[in-house]
């Protein structure tokens, strides 16, 4: 089901990061979710993974990889003058997420 992961332009035939393949039933699931958030963080689509990665933690509250993925989008961010922006928005969801003092070194 190479369709459903990234490949490598410069080989043929070789899938390098492919998703979960979910029945429709769990496409709402927070594994789901956390799949798709790294998927769309990879690609840079920032915002589409703020989403994902906040729907799976509003899916499993006690979900660490949810907070953790939001904290690497954070750093990613941090230094992209052209997604200041987004990079309050994250800041603002891990706040109200996991309180002010939720980023690693913080």
Not at 62 to 82: F, P, Q, S, W
Request: proline share 4%; hydrophobic share 35%.
């Amino acid at each position: 089901q190479a369709e459903d992961g990234i490949r490598d332009w410069s080989v043929t035939g070789v899938q390098t990061c492919a998703l979960p393949i979910f029945p429709p039933e769990e496409r709402q699931s927070s594994a789901y979710m956390m799949a798709k958030g790294v998927s769309y963080h990879v690609r840079g689509q920032y915002s589409k993974a703020l989403e994902a990665f906040r729907t799976a933690h509003i899916i499993e509250p006690r979900l660490n990889i949810a907070r953790r993925e939001l904290e690497n989008l954070l750093a990613d961010l941090e230094h992209k003058a052209n997604q200041k922006d987004l990079f309050r928005e994250v800041k603002v969801v891990l706040e109200s997420l996991y309180g002010k003092n939720s980023r690693r070194g913080a």
